[in-house]
């Protein structure tokens, strides 16, 4: 084994401390841990399925761990807990690399690490996980179901056993086995300096593997690519980084050149430049968000695509039908909700989220769509969207808002969805609810509603 191959396995380490015990983003630490490292492009991508496929396990490679010691995971010296995860991960999911590597490589991690005294403790249990592997094997029969599905897809028992409730035990599988696909890189084409025949040209001449969406006339996947700090689309504003089934939230919005549009929650900014993009950044667009950091993330967006029409206020979206009253031709409200559409993209928020997060989030929604609502004038266009498949955060909000306040009504959103060359794609849905699964994308929401 390598030194290279060691200060992987070690970096990774660093990165799954930092995710577990402080609370980082896996992608923020990983690009911050990445950057500062002089490893090769290959450790490079070692490091990356080593993070991802480790913080994605979490709780399944925790129950794992406590088939082979009687000490229990949270009270294990938290360097240690990071140790057996990444050796445990790769006993059980990476079938190329020698047990021999794994167990010696996580021993010196630890003697370097500060925890050398309890390298043998690491030697033994991840031995006898070499061993033993069987000793691990997931429960199934009657009154397994649920528990095996959870653990073999990675996901928590609680949330496994709600979308069994809600959708049924196949389905719920289904849309397990989807979260655990690679998703694809989207860009979205910065139509204010051309066309996506012209940036799919630039993408190829540069060595990715482009292809146009099927959802979305700006859109483009990346099947294959190298560093974005690397790629000049990107830098020089001909491209915005976006997932296509959130490119079609501005057509749903369909704003006209010149109108006044506000965005409630806009950051980081993808949707309300993809909304300035189709108005021509002709108009006025009033971006909000509560913390100010995001906020300048807008702003740089906006300065890199070239956009002017949009301005950036410090704003509580439950304030904005006060502070805007009647003002809007077209309000978005991209709420914040429980990320149950895009757990694939993010490996750690499946263990972070709970179900004490989701019971308190439809409130918050209407009270935003309440205030958003004012702030619309009459004739105008209020949209509510969100990247969540959970019927309390979306349809369930959007029939309480409309039962509230009679002067909204239901338009047919499907009717607004382009296909991957502009045209109409002529659903008939009053809501259109995407579901990973079926339509092969991130889960996402979108209710268009009409002011009269």
């Known amino acids: 084994m390598t030194m290279k191959a060691d200060a992987a396995r070690e970096t990774a380490v660093r990165i799954l401390y930092e995710v577990h015990e402080n609370c ?23 490091v990356t399925e080593l993070v991802y496929g480790s913080v994605k396990a979490g709780g399944t490679i925790d129950w794992i761990i406590r088939r082979y010691t009687t000490r229990p995971v949270r009270r294990l010296q938290p360097m240690i807990r990071a140790i057996l995860r990444l050796g445990a991960y790769q ?7 020698p047990a021999s590597a794994v167990c010696n490589t996580s021993v010196e991690i630890a003697k370097k690490m500060g925890v050398r005294s309890l390298s043998g403790f690491v030697n033994g249990v991840l031995r006898t996980m070499a061993r033993d592997p069987k000793k ?4 199934k029969g009657k009154g397994h179901a649920i528990e ?21 035990f196949a ?36 060595g990715a593997e482009p292809e146009a969406s099927h959802w979305t006339p700006e859109g483009i996947r990346l099947l294959r690519h190298g560093s974005l700090d690397a790629l000049t689309p990107l830098q020089d504003g001909r491209a915005q980084v976006q997932d296509e089934s959130s490119m079609l939230v501005a057509h749903v919005v369909r704003p006209r050149p010149g109108a006044t549009v506000i965005d409630c929650c806009a950051a980081p900014g993808g949707k309300t430049t993809h909304l300035a993009a189709l ?8 971006a909000g968000d509560i913390y100010e950091h995001k906020l300048a993330r807008i702003r740089e967006n906006a300065d890199r695509l070239g956009i002017r029409s949009i301005e950036t206020q410090l704003l509580d979206a439950r304030e904005a039908g006060g502070k805007y009253p009647g003002v809007a ?8 909700c429980s990320g149950l559409g895009v757990l694939r993209r993010k490996p750690d928020a499946r263990w972070r989220k709970t179900e004490a997060e989701l019971a308190g989030l439809p409130a918050l929604q209407l009270a935003i769509l309440k205030s958003a609502g004012r702030a619309v004038k009459a004739g105008g266009t209020l949209v509510y969207s969100t990247c969540t498949i959970e019927l309390a955060e979306n349809q369930e909000v959007v029939s309480t808002f409309l039962q509230s306040d009679p002067a909204f009504s239901l ?33 996402f929401f979108i209710a268009r509603m009409k002011k009269e």
């Open 148 to 168: 095996g599905l959870a653990l073999a897809s990675q996901h928590p028992e609680w949330l496994v056993r709600r979308w069994v409730r809600t959708f049924g």
């Open 24 to 46: 980082a983003y896996a992608n923020v630490a990983l690009a911050q841990a990445l950057r500062r490292s002089n490893l090769s492009d290959q450790d490079r991508r070692f």
């Open 91 to 97: 006993l059980f999911y990476l079938d190329r690399v």
């Open 171 to 206: 389905e719920a599988e289904a849309l397990c086995s989807f979260d655990n696909t690679e998703p694809p890189l989207s860009l979205r084409t910065n139509t204010l300096r051309g066309d996506r025949e012209q940036l799919l040209a630039s993408l190829k001449a540069e």
């Open 279 to 286: 108005m021509g950044d002709a108009g006025r667009i009033i």
């Open 136 to 139: 691990a094997a997931f429960p």
């Open 329 to 336: 031709d077209c309000v978005l409200v991209d709420a914040p």
């Open 411 to 443: 338009e047919v959103t499907g009717a607004y969805l382009p296909d991957g060359n502009g045209n109409a794609r002529h659903r008939t849905e009053k809501m259109v609810q995407l579901m990973p699964h079926v339509d092969g994308t991130d889960g």
